[in-house]
């Protein structure tokens, strides 16, 4: 367990610019609502929660809808007001690369997707199924998905998800990248002690797959930027 926490210390620290202080540390101080929180996630093998998602489990997983502590206007209302400039200066944690796999065929029609982004399925602590949305982000492990907070955890009074796995490219049953799981769930205490929506994202670390591959290395990961200007101007293209 210490060497994943290790690990997962390092990526966020270098992609998010968040400092994950030493256990210890983290018990004595007075938790702020943007202080990261962590979960190593039980092993049980990469192939254990892989045959967990049948196609079956899969199609049936709910959309999942998040339940805060704060409505997403009380969330609004009680953030502190953003600075209209940078408080630092722009710093790219990593910029966008693309990976080696080619996807399996058995999509169907062809679609024009970004590979990177991808199905999570996991377990509630209500013990049911749920499915949402996931993005591959490059770090220096490769091995890095941004997700929405409630999808990582339930929020204040619940737990860590459980059977967490991540589909890039998912469509109708078909993995056709493969799959990967995770090792170690992360994300703020604003939404896991207080369910503020303004703290809501996740991130997950993911394990290798069952060919020893780290996902970014095989399907690609988007780049990630932070103390940009709001007065700055960004071009978006469609390939």
Not at 20 to 29: K, V
Not at 99 to 128: C, N, P, R, Y
Request: glycine share 14%; with cysteine.
């Amino acid at each position: 367990m210490s060497g994943t926490r290790h690990r997962c210390m390092l990526v966020v620290g270098a992609v998010l610019a968040l400092v994950l202080a030493p256990s210890t540390a983290q018990a004595a101080e007075v938790r702020s609502p943007g202080a990261s929180v962590s979960h190593a996630v039980e092993t049980v093998g990469v192939n254990s929660v892989e045959e967990y998602w049948t196609p079956e489990r899969m199609a049936s997983a709910i959309p999942v809808k998040a339940s805060g502590g704060l409505s997403r206007g009380a969330a609004a209302k009680t953030r502190t007001p953003a600075p209209e400039e940078p408080v630092g200066p722009p710093t790219t944690g990593a910029e966008p690369v693309t990976g080696t796999a080619e996807g399996s065929g058995d999509i169907g029609a062809a679609v024009t997707a970004t590979q990177v982004v991808g199905k999570v399925f996991f377990t509630g602590s209500d013990g049911l199924n749920y499915v949402c949305s996931g993005s591959a982000v490059n770090s220096a492990n490769k091995n890095m998905v941004f997700t929405a907070g409630h999808c990582v955890h339930g929020g204040p009074g619940k737990s860590w998800s459980t059977n967490w796995q991540f589909v890039p490219g998912y469509s109708y049953g078909s993995r056709p990248y493969g799959t990967w799981s995770a090792e170690t769930l992360i994300s703020f205490n604003g939404w896991t002690g207080n369910g503020n929506f303004g703290y809501d994202v996740g991130i997950a670390i993911m394990a290798p797959n069952s060919s020893g591959t780290e996902l970014v290395n095989a399907v690609g990961g988007l780049g990630i930027q932070w103390n940009q200007s709001k007065k700055s101007s960004h071009l978006a293209s469609l390939r």
